[in-house]
Each structure stands twice: as C-alpha cells, then as structure tokens.
C-alpha cells in the first residue's frame, strides 16, 4: 500500500507541474490558425483553461479512486481513463498556449480537492467507484457540448479538440456502465453539478 501511496504521489506532482504528453497527435494541430478578435482569443483561451482545469481534477480523481479499488479490472479502466486524460491535459495545454493564455493559478487546489473527492468516493466499493466514474464523464460530456457551442466558430483548432476528448469521455462513461456502475442517488448528482459549476467560474478567471 506503502508503493501504491508513493507510485501516486509523484504522478501528483507529474500532473500539476510537469507539462503533459500525449502518444495520439493532437487533434486539429495540421489545420491553421484563423483570425479572431483578440476579445475571442481571450475568451477561447479561458474556455480552454477551464477544460485543462477538469482534466487536472480528473486525473486526481481517478488516481484518488484507483487507490481505492479493490477490483484489478476497475483499477485498469481508471488507470487507462487517467492515461487518455492526460492527453486531454497535453492538447488544451498547447491550445493554451497558442491562444496566449496561461493555466489556472489554482491548479495545486483543484488536484487536492479532487483526490480527496476520489478517495471518498472508491471507499464505498467498486460499483460506486465506477458510478461515480460514469456520471462524472456525463457531465464532463454535457459540459464539453457547451463549450463547443461558445467556441468561435472559425477557431477549428479548438473544436477538434474539444470533440475528439467528447468522444473519449463517453467511452469511459460507456466502459464504467458496462462493468457494473451503479446509478449515483440524484442528491449527488446535484452536489457534483453544483461543485462543477464552482470550479468553472473560477477557472475561467483565476
């Protein structure tokens, strides 16, 4: 337990301070830059930010919820969903960059919360463990819809991102289900909306 502890430690520090790789290219990087008002870059690079910051939470959250597990298969399809968000964390942070934004200053926080969010969450067994999985993917999914509708229609480069993690999301959402997921009570689907929403706002400014 001792290893694991330490094993998921460092990918702590991997994940808010290092920057992040990807195997897969980056979805959209052979289109080209077209032109937008520096008031759309603005805004698209905060969009951006946002969806780093969740991908962020989500590898705390998966880490937190991989610890916890007791089930080998779970563990992998956490640990196989945590290896795609990282791709995610590498492709909004070169669109980031692109745009000339910069992350959220809260990162360090985000990843804290999250974890603990996680640890929380496979304490009380696998098929919440993935319950918690799959309505989390769901959301992310929906949030994800709303942000390619507010993406500047010419900025092509940022919608091919945001479409192919849509797509990524909603296979781990599908592979969570089919090993068993249980359907999360309606209070705490609330209460993950309600803590979505906080950090959203926030990130988009800080």
Known sequence: ????????????????FAPAAT?????????????????????TAALMRVNHCGEICAQALYQGQAL?????AVRDELRQASREETEHLAWTEQRIE??????????PVWYGGAFTIGIVAGAFGDR?????LAETERQVEAHLTRHLEQVPGEDVKSREILAQM???EAGHAATAAAL???DLP??????????????????YRV
């Open 98 to 107: 692109e745009l000339g934004g910069r992350k959220s200053l809260l990162n």
């Open 23 to 43: 195997v897969r290219p980056v979805p959209g990087d052979e289109l080209p830059d077209m032109p937008m008002s520096d008031e759309e870059r603005r805004h």
């Open 180 to 182: 068993g997921a249980y």
């Open 166 to 168: 849509r797509e990524d």
């Open 128 to 132: 919440w463990n993935l319950g918690f």
């Open 68 to 72: 916890m597990s007791r089930d080998a």
């Open 1 to 16: 337990m001792l290893d694991r502890v330490i094993v998921e430690f460092d990918k702590a520090l991997r994940t808010v």
């Open 186 to 203: 309606a209070p705490v689907r609330a209460a993950m909306k309600l803590a979505s929403r906080v950090m959203t706002t926030t990130a």
